[in-house]
């Protein structure tokens, strides 16, 4: 009987075993043909920067305002967060009370990060 049972566990592992080795093997397998069957004849032309047909003027990096990043920050961690709302909103009446009160406090932690967010006033757009 223990026997069966190191057996299936041994079996569970040879198939994630495997599924590793076609996760690594494929993609691999699959760029290096890539890599054989392209045509390489680089020159000068091919190396330049292409921007839309037209030469490039000025550097290449451009410095952005931090408040980008913020407001890109807080717009994902807010739209995430508002996704989980629809499944409890379908599934409310087969949840009950209990899940209704996780819910309060979910948002109520996702409230105090606005209130935090607006208080360190990540939220006000100033002009540089």
Do not use: H
């Not at 990096?61 to 739209?79: E, G, K, P, S």
């Not at 979910?106 to 409230?111: A, E, N, Q, V, W």
């Amino acid at each position: 009987m223990e026997a069966k049972i190191v057996e299936k566990y041994i079996n569970n592992y040879v198939i994630v075993a495997i599924f590793i080795l076609l996760g690594i093997l494929l993609p691999v397998v699959a760029l290096a043909f890539g890599r054989l069957l392209r045509p390489n004849k680089p020159n000068e032309e091919k190396k330049t920067t292409y921007e839309s047909g037209n030469e490039p003027v000025g550097e290449g990096q451009v410095r952005f305002n931090v408040r980008y990043y913020l407001f890109a920050l807080m717009f994902v961690i807010f739209d995430v967060e508002t996704v989980f709302l629809y499944p409890w909103a379908v599934a409310y009446k087969q949840l009950g009370l209990f899940v209704l009160v996780e819910m309060a406090i979910f948002t109520g932690l996702l409230l105090i990060g606005l209130l935090y967010a607006w208080k360190k006033k990540v939220l006000k757009w100033n002009s540089i």
